[in-house]
């Protein structure tokens, strides 16, 4: 096996504490010649449905790469941590659903491996002591049989399917993100704003246009459009569009042609 160049980190460690430079050590004990890119470490703490987002919207756009997620409630249980391998690269970490949007972001799953733990480890930092340094030799060139045994696909966790409804005029879809802009990023792909017109409303009471940009509409007001990873959005030209709609993930939205 090759090996790759490259191992990224999502994490929800953040970046006060030591948690981060400590899966960098372990990558470099093992593999000192690969690069690592830091997606974010900044996903909400447990929040595995927006880890597996950022991922899943990131990872295409980065060379072939074994990919590290860990956004993981249940470390230290039974929940099993998983290699993932894709046409595009190798994705790591906890079978909780963080990692299967991203292969099939990246072309789908070709085999699962569970990975096995054959020293002692922490039973609350995996990511430092059991995914890392898995990443670290995967991307050294080790065989994925050597990460662990084969597994089913079928049997790995899932995230439920985000909720997306598209009606005469309408569509409805739930909140999958919220950037650090306060843009609000719908889980409907932006093909499905093709059957709506210019002028919106959103959620019975809110205008909005269907624009390219936030400069096609005026400063403060709401925009609708289809952003960078291909989903409808909604922002405010100079503004904070979730603080207007006041939504969190998981909230569902509703976009109808305006009467």
Partial sequence: MAGYEWISLTTDYGTFDGFVAACHGSIAKVAPQVRVIDVTHHVPPA???????VLAQTAPHLPPSVHVAVVDPGVGTARRGVVLATPNGLLVGPDNG??????EALGGIDAAHELTVKEAVSSTFHGRDVFAPAAARLAAGASLSD???QIEP?????LPDPVVTVGDGWLEAEVLTVDRFGNVQLAASGETLRGLGADLVINGTVSAHRAATFADV????LLVFEDSAGHVAIAVNNGRAV????VTPGDIVKLAVRQ
């Fill in 47 to 53: 929040d595995v449905a927006r880890g597996a987002a």
């Fill in 98 to 103: 963080l990692l299967i949007w991203a292969a």
């Fill in 147 to 149: 990460a662990g045994p």
């Fill in 154 to 158: 079928g049997s790995l966790v899932r």
């Fill in 218 to 221: 005026d400063q403060g007001d």
């Fill in 243 to 246: 603080v207007v709609l006041s």
